[in-house]
């Protein structure tokens, strides 16, 4: 267990780095056509789905990591066999959608609550993010107009 909670927790810290990044780089795009802000967005929005498509490969990588150690646990398929289709599963549980064809048994449940976790603020912090940058945009296109 103590060795699924490190791995758990060294890629969730890794996964906040990456996404407090990404926002940052993301925020200093500057929109210099404000009449091409639709296409702006559009790029963002498809860099913060990058970004999460990043975080849940590193917790793919992981489940594959530790399903190496059998004692940790794996993951398995409808049919009770040992499933090896580890993006998937990530990609399910990041994004809480469950749908129970691929169960975690063993330590590795730990993980995979901290990923559902992760997954939830992460997307959470995305949303609002956006919101509050479309607000600033939108301040900055009525200033322009204004002029």
Same mark, same amino acid.
């Not at 969730?12 to 009449?35: D, E, G, N, W």
């Not at 993951?75 to 749908?99: K, N, R």
């Not at 919101?131 to 002029?147: A, C």
């Given at each position: ?19 407090? #990044? ?5 925020? &200093? ?8 802000? #639709?296409?702006?967005?559009? @790029? ?31 993951? &398995? ?23 129970? %064809? ?10 995979? @609550? ?18 509050? &940058?479309? &607000?600033?945009?939108?301040? %900055? ?7």
């Amino acid at each position: 267990m103590t060795t699924v909670l490190l791995v758990s927790f060294l890629v969730v810290v890794t996964c906040i780095a990456i996404h407090y #990044r990404s926002l940052v780089f993301i925020s &200093q795009f500057p929109i210099k056509h404000l009449s091409r802000h #639709r296409w702006w967005i559009n @790029a963002l929005i498809f860099g913060a789905i990058m970004t999460h498509i990043i975080e849940i490969t590193l917790f793919s990588m992981a489940y594959y990591f530790l399903s190496h150690w059998p004692r940790l646990g794996n993951i &398995q398929d409808m049919s009770g066999e040992p499933s090896t289709d580890f993006w998937y599963y990530s990609f399910v549980v990041f994004t809480s959608l469950g749908f129970g %064809d691929i169960t975690p048994h063993g330590s590795i449940r730990m993980m995979t @609550a901290l990923e559902t976790l992760t997954g939830l603020i992460l997307i959470a912090w995305t949303a609002s993010f956006f919101i509050v &940058q479309m &607000q600033h945009w939108e301040r %900055d296109f009525e200033e322009k107009n204004n002029r």
